[in-house]
């Protein structure tokens, strides 16, 4: 016998230990999409929940520069708001979801008067004389503030913010660097700070300067793979005109400077305005390209779409003495995809193989699904196939085996590929033609018989 | 009279170019990919090759390897719309590369020093 159970507990049993539904409650954040404030909240939530540590509020400061900042306050304002809270928060069986939920909008609620106050908490690092609670990260040190109106390190304005005398310092430290720091107190039912309070929040701390630098990170990053995207689209793009626009000039700086006669006068005019369209025609493909956005993938009936392709006066044209066949069940699932780009990138294909394919010679175009989750498209061709550093270099942008191809083709049959979510492969071998295989996801709607 | 050999695929820029050489007293020879490039290489004797980098089948990189192999002593020009394949430590084997302009000042310059450097 077997028992299955879900990656994520949907709520906590009662039984469970406070510090077993705390780190229950971290570990589900690491399933959820990165988003600084929302895994952020998971740690406030964590630090007040009642199944939590259970503080009543938490403040976050944020390293910005050489400052920190105060970003974000839970908790509730009055005990009367408290009352209602913890009510709802003890529900039994309430999971991490509905609690970070129910504090998403809490905060968003409390944002908009709070944000003018939040602004004037803040604290330079750097300066000769750094005041609590700013002096907790600048020392990467937890410090427990007790008796707060006597102690001449606490900031006045700060102690004018919380109104309370006892709080908790956290620092938010990632690799010896500072990320912010967390400070949280019982301003509602003046609860003492107890010594395992503050080793459970210590854990929290620790967790929450790793979201903060993880997600500094992931940022970076996406940034960096956007910038080198964009090189190497520049180079490329140079490139790609720079073939053009020395034909053209070359051509016509013989024009300007040598007499010619009649006929080579107008070969030169002719080769001028053929290497013009050409690189219309790059900038159309170019901008085309870089436009595709698939913002709603939508179940798609395959069937007729194939149908029609092959049909197309284009493609017949070009496959004039050569056999282009379709293949398809006679039942196919939906697949998700959008309907245009679909069309266009499996013409893409067509349009490659019926390329290299020599007259007499086969097109195939298959349609089946694989299993319940994916359907496959194969196109099959018989050129002459790729070798292995060829089969390497299709994908690359500008990497073109025609005379006049821009090199793009491929590259936006990938696109496609990506934004369904689908896979695409490809198989060839020198003189065994090439093969492409789609997967396309199986949309959950059924084809109507 | 001196012999080029211009390997350059696309048809409209190797004509510029042939026309352009021819009128400065050379003769050229064009090879359209690596391949019959190489064929024209083993037939006969050459002065000077000029190559583009990117082309379909076997590239420029390719082309000057197998060059080597078959003899060092001709000059080599690499003359291709691409600087990123300067990192490429297999273009130093060749003697100048060039990027294409549509003033072919630079290209004829570079070909009458490599000529006249070779000859001496």
């Given at each position: 016998?077997?028992?299955?159970?879900?990656?994520?507990?949907?709520?906590?049993?009662?039984?469970?230990?406070?510090?077993?539904?705390?780190?229950?409650?971290?570990?589900?954040?690491?399933?959820?999409?990165?988003?600084?404030?929302?895994?952020?909240?998971?740690?406030?939530?964590?630090?007040?929940?009642?199944?939590?540590?259970?503080f009543?509020?938490?403040?976050?400061?944020?390293?910005?520069?050489?400052?920190?900042?105060?970003?974000?306050?839970?908790?509730?304002?009055?005990?009367?708001?408290?009352?209602?809270?913890?009510?709802?928060?003890?529900?039994?069986?309430?999971?991490?979801?509905?609690?970070?939920?129910?504090?998403?909008?809490?905060?968003?609620?409390?944002?908009?008067?709070?944000?003018?106050?939040?602004?004037?908490?803040?604290?330079?690092?750097?300066?000769?004389?750094?005041?609590?609670?700013?002096?907790a990260?600048?020392?990467?040190?937890i410090i427990l503030v007790?008796?707060?109106?006597?102690?001449?390190?606490?900031?006045?304005?700060?102690?004018?913010?919380?109104?309370?005398?006892s709080f908790l310092c956290l620092?938010?430290?990632?690799?010896?660097?500072?990320?912010?720091?967390i400070v949280v107190d019982?301003?509602?039912?003046?609860?003492?700070i107890?010594?395992?309070d503050i080793?459970?929040a210590?854990?929290?701390?620790?967790?929450?300067?790793?979201?903060?630098?993880?997600?500094?990170?992931?940022?970076?990053?996406?940034?960096?793979?956007?910038?080198?995207?964009?090189?190497?689209?520049?180079?490329?793009?140079?490139?790609?005109?720079?073939?053009?626009?020395?034909?053209?000039?070359?051509?016509?700086?013989?024009?300007?400077?040598?007499?010619?006669?009649?006929?080579?006068?107008?070969?030169?005019?002719?080769?001028?305005?053929?290497?013009?369209?050409?690189?219309?025609?790059?900038?159309?493909?170019?901008?085309?390209?870089?436009?595709?956005?698939?913002?709603?993938?939508?179940?798609?009936?395959?069937?007729?779409?194939?149908?029609?392709?092959?049909?197309?006066?284009?493609?017949?044209?070009?496959?004039?003495?050569?056999?282009?066949?379709?293949?398809?069940?006679?039942?196919?699932?939906?697949?998700?995809?959008?309907?245009?780009?679909?069309?266009?990138?499996?013409?893409?294909?067509?349009?490659?193989?019926?390329?290299?394919?020599?007259?007499?010679?086969?097109?195939?175009?298959?349609?089946?699904?694989?299993?319940?989750?994916?359907?496959?498209?194969?196109?099959?061709?018989?050129?002459?196939?790729?070798?292995?550093?060829?089969?390497?270099?299709?994908?690359?942008?500008?990497?073109?085996?025609?005379?006049?191809?821009?090199?793009?083709?491929?590259?936006?049959?990938?696109?496609?590929?990506?934004?369904?979510?689908?896979?695409?492969?490809?198989?060839?071998?020198?003189?065994?033609?090439?093969?492409?295989?789609?997967?396309?996801?199986?949309?959950?709607?059924?084809?109507?018989? | 009279?001196?012999?080029?050999?211009?390997?350059?695929?696309?048809?409209?820029?190797?004509?510029?170019?042939?026309?352009?050489?021819?009128?400065?007293?050379?003769?050229?020879?064009?090879?359209?990919?690596?391949?019959?490039?190489?064929?024209?290489?083993?037939?006969?004797?050459?002065?000077?090759?000029?190559?583009?980098?990117?082309?379909?089948?076997?590239?420029?990189?390719?082309?000057?390897?197998?060059?080597?192999?078959?003899?060092?002593?001709?000059?080599?020009?690499?003359?291709?719309?691409?600087?990123?394949?300067?990192?490429?430590?297999?273009?130093?084997?060749?003697?100048?590369?060039?990027?294409?302009?549509?003033?072919?000042?630079?290209?004829?310059?570079?070909?009458?020093?490599?000529?006249?450097?070779?000859?001496?």
């Amino acid at each position: 016998m077997i028992k299955r159970f879900g990656l994520q507990p949907l709520s906590f049993s009662l039984e469970s230990s406070k510090e077993m539904v705390l780190l229950s409650i971290i570990a589900q954040s690491f399933f959820q999409p990165f988003s600084l404030d929302d895994n952020l909240l998971v740690i406030l939530t964590a630090l007040t929940s009642g199944s939590g540590v259970g503080f009543n509020r938490a403040l976050l400061f944020l390293k910005e520069g050489e400052r920190l900042q105060a970003r974000m306050w839970l908790g509730p304002r009055s005990p009367e708001e408290a009352q209602a809270i913890w009510s709802m928060l003890s529900t039994p069986g309430l999971g991490y979801a509905e609690i970070v939920e129910h504090n998403r909008e809490l905060v968003e609620r409390m944002m908009e008067t709070l944000k003018p106050k939040l602004k004037l908490l803040s604290y330079n690092l750097d300066a000769p004389e750094v005041k609590i609670p700013a002096l907790a990260a600048k020392n990467q040190e937890i410090i427990l503030v007790e008796e707060a109106r006597k102690e001449p390190l606490v900031d006045d304005n700060f102690r004018d913010f919380v109104e309370v005398d006892s709080f908790l310092c956290l620092p938010l430290v990632a690799k010896n660097e500072i990320m912010g720091e967390i400070v949280v107190d019982n301003g509602i039912t003046h609860a003492p700070i107890t010594n395992k309070d503050i080793e459970l929040a210590s854990l929290c701390a620790l967790l929450a300067g790793n979201y903060v630098y993880t997600t500094h990170l992931y940022k970076k990053v996406l940034e960096m793979e956007k910038m080198a995207a964009l090189g190497e689209m520049a180079a490329f793009i140079s490139h790609q005109l720079r073939n053009p626009i020395v034909t053209i000039g070359g051509f016509t700086s013989q024009l300007l400077h040598r007499p010619c006669d009649q006929e080579k006068c107008q070969r030169n005019l002719a080769i001028i305005l053929q290497e013009t369209k050409h690189l219309e025609d790059i900038i159309f493909k170019i901008s085309h390209f870089l436009k595709i956005t698939i913002k709603e993938l939508r179940p798609i009936d395959v069937r007729p779409i194939l149908q029609s392709i092959i049909e197309r006066p284009d493609l017949k044209l070009k496959a004039e003495n050569k056999r282009l066949i379709l293949r398809q069940a006679e039942e196919l699932p939906k697949i998700l995809c959008d309907p245009v780009y679909f069309e266009e990138a499996i013409v893409n294909l067509l349009d490659n193989a019926l390329d290299v394919t020599p007259e007499g010679g086969y097109v195939y175009i298959r349609a089946f699904p694989q299993n319940r989750k994916w359907l496959r498209l194969t196109i099959k061709d018989s050129g002459l196939g790729l070798d292995e550093k060829m089969r390497e270099k299709i994908f690359t942008p500008f990497f073109s085996t025609k005379e006049n191809g821009t090199g793009l083709g491929l590259l936006f049959v990938k696109r496609v590929m990506e934004m369904c979510a689908g896979k695409i492969e490809v198989q060839s071998k020198p003189g065994h033609g090439t093969l492409f295989k789609l997967y396309f996801k199986v949309s959950e709607e059924k084809v109507k018989p | 009279m001196k012999k080029i050999l211009l390997v350059e695929d696309e048809k409209a820029l190797s004509l510029l170019y042939e026309e352009e050489l021819e009128r400065e007293g050379y003769e050229v020879v064009v090879a359209y990919d690596a391949e019959s490039a190489l064929e024209q290489i083993r037939k006969e004797k050459f002065d000077l090759i000029i190559t583009d980098i990117r082309m379909p089948g076997r590239d420029g990189i390719e082309l000057i390897a197998s060059i080597m192999g078959l003899r060092k002593d001709i000059p080599i020009i690499i003359n291709t719309a691409y600087q990123s394949y300067k990192d490429d430590f297999m273009t130093w084997a060749a003697d100048a590369y060039l990027i294409k302009s549509s003033s072919l000042d630079e290209l004829k310059n570079k070909i009458k020093e490599l000529l006249e450097k070779s000859s001496s």
